[in-house]
């Protein structure tokens, strides 16, 4: 099976600017969870998203938002983005909620 | 909610040597532990997992531990190999929610 995929792998950003994160999940899964990774903060939960739904969601800004199409893929989005948004962005796809999580390679934001 | 403490943050062993990372999590309803391992560069890649039912799993060189009336969790690692350096995260779900250790460090010198 293909794991679980991202795009784009990486992109630079204003501030200001808005971005849309894509993350295919491995054939079959229809659990997406997006994770923000950076030096500081390390790995935290943004949302978890299951059968266009979502069910979870992290302590961050309105700012960040997602969907998941009824292919299970999911996008999330980043509004007026500040220098703080600089980071890893990575996507998990699982079978179920509650099941075991495999991450996509993620994509590499840098807002100047 | 969940918050899980992790250490130590590195740790630097010998080739041959074993190693050992500790978690604590705070939330006694968590029933479910990963371990990832990510190395630079590189997607985060589970590599064991433990749930609240059982208190040990092996796999090969990699052991993980739980202790549910203390609320640790161990990853035991033995006769590291330069190739096991990366940094180690682990987790802990309650609910539908997986919450992350900030990550330890690992050196294998050779």
């Known amino acids: 099976k293909a794991g679980v995929t991202q795009t784009p792998r990486y992109l630079i950003k204003t501030r200001g600017q808005q971005v849309t994160l894509s993350c295919s999940p491995i054939?079959?899964?229809?659990?997406v969870s997006w994770y923000q990774q950076t030096p500081g903060q390390g790995l935290q939960f943004l949302f978890e998203?299951?059968?266009?739904?979502?069910?979870n969601k992290g302590n961050f800004p309105g700012r960040f938002s997602g969907r998941q199409f009824s292919n299970s893929r999911s996008e999330m989005n980043v509004s007026t983005l500040e220098l703080g948004d600089s980071a890893l962005y990575l996507c998990?796809?699982?079978?179920?909620?509650?099941?075991?999580?495999?991450f996509g390679p993620g994509t590499r934001l840098l807002v100047l | 909610g969940e918050n899980v403490e992790q250490h130590p943050s590195t740790l630097s062993v010998q080739e041959g040597d074993s190693a050992v990372i500790k978690c604590t999590y705070s939330?006694?309803?968590?029933?479910?532990f990963p371990w990832y391992k990510q190395e630079l560069g590189k997607r985060p890649q589970l590599i064991i997992d433990?749930?609240?039912?059982?208190g040990e799993k092996k796999d090969q060189r990699i052991a993980v531990t739980l202790n549910k009336t203390a609320k640790h969790f161990s990853l035991h690692i033995t006769e590291t190999q330069p190739e096991d350096s990366a940094v180690y995260f682990c987790?802990?779900?309650?609910?539908?929610?997986?919450?992350f250790g900030a990550g330890t460090i690992l050196r294998v010198k050779s």
């Open positions: 998990a796809s699982s079978f179920g909620l509650q099941e075991t999580q495999y």
């Open positions: 054939s079959g899964h229809r659990s």
């Open positions: 998203y299951f059968s266009e739904t979502q069910r």
């Open positions: 939330d006694s309803a968590s029933n479910y």
């Open positions: 433990i749930r609240s039912n059982v």
């Open positions: 987790a802990a779900r309650r609910g539908n929610k997986l919450v």
